[in-house]
């Protein structure tokens, strides 16, 4: 067989034009997801119609320590009455460092009985949650919780 450094060399710069292509594709896809303090105050503020976020009556429920990111437990409770008078009428929970910095919103009324939400969520790394509940006065009062996570879930690699 005989080489022909000539297709080689044409091969080579198409390979690295590729492999150039590939990697910017992937760090604009990394900048994305990568995280943004004023994303999440944009998100958070939205969520609360730009009612100033109080601490208290809230709590977010999530283990410190996450070893697996991809099946995350949470729960939210909110110290509310659930009269007409006095509920929660919406529970956020917003992530730091996720490509979508809204993990889920619930929709509550005074006929939910009590005001708690659960579900599992996925986090891409270690990061800050913000649970934040909206009060039918149209108050917003929020918890936040520091998590770990040693297998990080959400990044393609």
Same mark, same amino acid.
């Given at each position: ?46 969520? #609360? &119609?730009? %009612?100033?976020?109080? =601490?208290?009556?809230? /709590?977010?429920?999530?283990?410190? *320590? ?45 006929? #939910? &009985?009590? %005001?708690?939400?659960? =579900?599992?969520?996925? /986090?891409?790394?270690?990061?800050? *949650? ?28």
């Amino acid at each position: 067989m005989r080489h022909d450094p000539v297709s080689d060399r044409g091969s080579w710069t198409r390979r690295t034009l590729l492999g150039a292509a590939v990697g910017m594709v992937g760090s604009i896809a990394w900048r994305s997801a990568a995280a943004s303090p004023e994303e999440l105050a944009a998100a958070v503020r939205t969520f #609360a &119609g730009g %009612a100033p976020l109080r =601490t208290g009556r809230v /709590l977010l429920d999530i283990a410190p *320590l996450v070893e697996n990111g991809n099946v995350v437990p949470i729960s939210v409770t909110v110290d509310s009455p659930m009269t007409e008078s006095d509920h929660v009428t919406a529970i956020a929970v917003f992530n730091e460092r996720n490509p979508q910095r809204d993990v889920a919103v619930f929709h509550l009324g005074p006929r #939910a &009985g009590r %005001a708690m939400v659960a =579900t599992r969520i996925r /986090l891409a790394t270690s990061q800050q *949650l913000l649970a934040v509940a909206r009060m039918n006065d149209g108050s917003c009062f929020t918890h936040t919780v520091d998590v770990i996570v040693t297998l990080a879930a959400c990044v393609e690699s």
